[in-house]
């Protein structure tokens, strides 16, 4: 048995157990109507009409009849009263409220926001009543969003419904249509910078002095996680409360994200591959990296070296700014060293500054052509970035719309080409789209300072997915690369991925654990197979978890912790009561937990893997308090015995051994249960209590019950010998 087993229900009843309250649910997509439409039509075995098998028709001829002569149009008997035309009309309203109410509510959102700004510049209001003001868009923004999600898997499920049950499918269409309505394809994004703006002017944020852009070197702490695409809006907004939204010098300002490109250099063997995938010490990624839409005209060379930090190292970035003209030289090595100097010089640079510059450009333009590294894989991304400018101590940057692009196959005309051309066409293996939005937390905080309250609420509310070490250039190597790896990262066994990976033609890397050979052709799979031994790893499982056992780990599930909803995230958090449930993509059944989730509660789903850290010394204690509790069963057991083997037949001694005897039993069941079930949790990293808090008081009650009518029996003994004399 699993406490953590799904249980299924009609989608029909989740989507009104998610109805908001303060949306009618007129505004909804008719889900019920729609799909008494489709059993209506089943029903009357619409499109089987008499002799179908006829290829020819007479003009003259009167239509067939039922026994009481009135005409039919198919084999059910009975006057057609509705076709697939209604149903096709009801989807077209539905669509349209559905897109209307959306534009309605953004445009409410919008002159919100104008009302809030004036406000926040008349500098005639509390800071308090002006941050309950944008809280309060900022809630309906997200309320919104739930409702589009909402309907949009209602579209889905209804138009996979109407295509398995009757004769011609029409969902294609319709997501087409859907993708080109403002509904889903709209950009609101001009709403978080607006917020953004709003808290940053509200908590008085002061721009920080710019750091030289010369050669810069990052030493810090940085933790990625996966973000399920529901949860990026929620997420943004959790962060912009405490951190502006900080637009590059580049951005345009339109938009929360810009466009973000990295070329990774590599050789034919891949050598900084596998070395950054084995985290050798001092392994290199070398990379050229720009910001912005069209031709890149800036570029950032950086080199990432890995350190382990058990050796009291950091591992840290370095870069340095070229331009787009002088990449070419970088990569043959002939790049005008003296001359920037010289430059560097007549701009009043330091002599440090000047030997650290030259000192990192001589090294990576001496690794590039040492290692023979040319442009290999690429990755392009809408980022985030959450920062005071210019104020490491807590930077966060959220990476939307990833793609790994393979930078092989094309002509690098002697160094001139470094990317690959924007304008031919891709081919399906070519590239791999990440499904996931990658959060990075990155915080410099000095010595004796503690981690900040609300990044610690943001990383335990459920929304992040921590994966240990995650690479976006391992990723797109072991994808996109699949027959020059030697190894592949263990995240890529993770079942949310497997379609992706599939697309992108690296199968091949996924392991299977029956049978690698049979289900994946002659080669043998490239993946190591650790995931076997440590599937707590993977965020949302393995494939094999969901399809042989249909269940989930803790780790994924809509676990319930007491408490009111949104407390671990305290102000800044809010729970929109959106239930938590898995949705298995069955025709109009959603898997759920066996939580309230099924019943339209709203509550809080368990932090996801790796939120608790775990030492090895853990699972040795449990062992040792494994080994303690035996001890007290052994002795209970044995003082027992005792009792029983010189006690007289018949007399209260005897029965009071008895009575210890299933108490050292229960013990030991006890001890075995709670080992066992700890253990479990401290594998696969459940978050929350890892105590028994029952458990210990239910036995001790137990024994000084135990203990409480000895005493009494033999206080009574006392006294009745007494009464005697």
């Excluded at 001890?671 to 700890?678: E, I, M, N, P, V």
Aim: negative net charge; charged residues 25%.
């Amino acid at each position: 048995f699993s406490p953590f087993k799904a249980s299924k229900m009609k989608f029909g009843v989740y989507l009104k157990a998610n109805v908001d309250p303060t949306i009618s649910s007129e505004r909804y997509l008719a889900y019920d109507e729609l799909k008494g439409v489709i059993k209506r039509l089943t029903e009357r075995k619409l499109g089987k009409v008499a002799n179908a098998s006829s290829r020819m028709v007479s003009l003259s001829m009167p239509p067939p009849t039922n026994l009481h002569g009135a005409p039919v149009t198919d084999l059910s008997g009975g006057v057609e009263e509705i076709t697939q035309e209604h149903f096709f009309k009801m989807m077209d309203g539905e669509l349209e409220k559905v897109e209307q109410y959306t534009t309605q509510k953004v445009r409410s959102i919008r002159e919100s926001l104008d009302l809030v700004e004036k406000r926040v510049s008349s500098n005639k209001e509390e800071s308090e009543v002006l941050k309950e003001a944008v809280d309060s868009i900022g809630a309906e923004f997200l309320k919104l969003e739930k409702y589009v999600n909402l309907n949009f898997t209602g579209f889905h499920k209804i138009l996979k419904k109407h295509d398995k049950n009757l004769p011609n499918p029409c969902k294609s269409f319709y997501v087409s249509r859907m993708h080109s309505q403002a509904w889903v394809r709209g950009d609101y994004s001009d709403i978080v910078v607006r917020m953004s703006k709003f808290y940053s002017e509200i908590r008085g944020d002061h721009e920080a002095k710019e750091k030289d852009a010369g050669s810069q070197a990052f030493m810090r702490s940085t933790t990625k996680y996966w973000v399920n695409t529901d949860d990026i809006s929620k997420v943004k907004y959790a962060v912009l409360q405490h951190l502006p939204v900080f637009l590059q010098k580049t951005a345009t300002g339109e938009t929360d994200s810009q466009l973000t490109n990295s070329v990774y250099l590599d050789n034919s063997n891949l050598e900084l591959y596998h070395g950054r995938l084995d985290k050798t010490p001092g392994a290199i990624a070398l990379r050229l990296r720009w910001y912005g839409n069209g031709a890149p005209e800036t570029v950032f060379v950086e080199r990432k070296t890995h350190r382990d930090t058990w050796t009291g190292e950091v591992s840290v970035k370095e870069r340095f700014i070229i331009k787009e003209k002088d990449v070419k030289s970088v990569m043959n090595g002939t790049y005008d060293i003296e001359g920037k100097k010289r430059e560097m010089i007549e701009k009043g640079k330091s002599k440090e500054e000047i030997a650290d510059w030259e000192l990192l450009v001589r090294e990576i333009t001496q690794a590039i052509n040492t290692k023979i590294c040319v442009p290999t894989m690429r990755t392009q991304y809408m980022r985030t970035a959450f920062q005071i400018p210019f104020d490491a101590t807590v930077r966060v940057s959220l990476d939307t719309n990833l793609c790994m692009i393979s930078e092989r196959g094309y002509d690098l005309e002697g160094g001139k080409r470094w990317h690959r051309d924007e304008g031919k066409p891709i081919r399906e293996n070519e590239i791999a789209r990440f499904p996931h939005a990658v959060l990075e937390i990155k915080l410099e905080v000095k010595e004796g300072q503690s981690t900040p309250e609300w990044v610690e609420n943001l990383q335990n509310s459920g929304m992040l997915y921590e994966v240990h070490k995650f690479s976006k250039f391992i990723h797109g190597c072991a994808t996109l690369l699949p027959e020059d790896v030697q190894a592949v990262p263990y995240w890529v066994d993770d079942a949310s991925l497997v379609e992706s990976i599939i697309a992108s033609g690296a199968k091949h890397i996924l392991t299977s654990v029956d049978d690698e050979e049979d289900e994946f052709g002659d080669r043998e799979a490239a993946g190591p197979g650790a995931n076997q031994i440590y599937p707590h790893l993977l965020p949302h499982g393995t494939t094999k978890e969901k399809q042989v056992t249909g269940e989930t780990d803790a780790r994924t599930s809509g676990q319930k912790i007491k408490g009111n909803p949104g407390d671990r995230m305290g102000a800044a958090y809010v729970n929109f009561g959106m239930n938590y449930c898995y949705d298995t993509d069955e025709d109009d059944e959603v898997t759920c937990w066996p939580t309230t989730c099924c019943y339209g509660y709203q509550i809080e789903t368990a932090a996801p893997t790796s939120i608790q850290k775990v030492e090895p010394k853990t699972f040795f204690a449990n062992e040792r308090t494994f080994i303690h509790w035996l001890h007290m069963a052994v002795l209970l057991s044995g003082v027992a015995s005792g009792i029983l083997a010189f006690s007289q037949p018949g007399s209260f001694s005897q029965w009071y051994g008895v009575m210890l005897l299933p108490v050292s039993m229960f013990f030991c069941v006890y001890a075995l249960h709670t080992f066992l079930w700890r253990a479990e949790r401290i594998r696969i990293r459940i978050p929350g209590r890892w105590d028994d808090p029952l458990g210990p008081i239910i036995l001790a009650v137990i024994m000084v019950g135990v203990l409480s009518l000895n005493f009494l029996v033999e206080f009574w003994e006392i006294v009745k010998t007494d009464a005697e004399l």
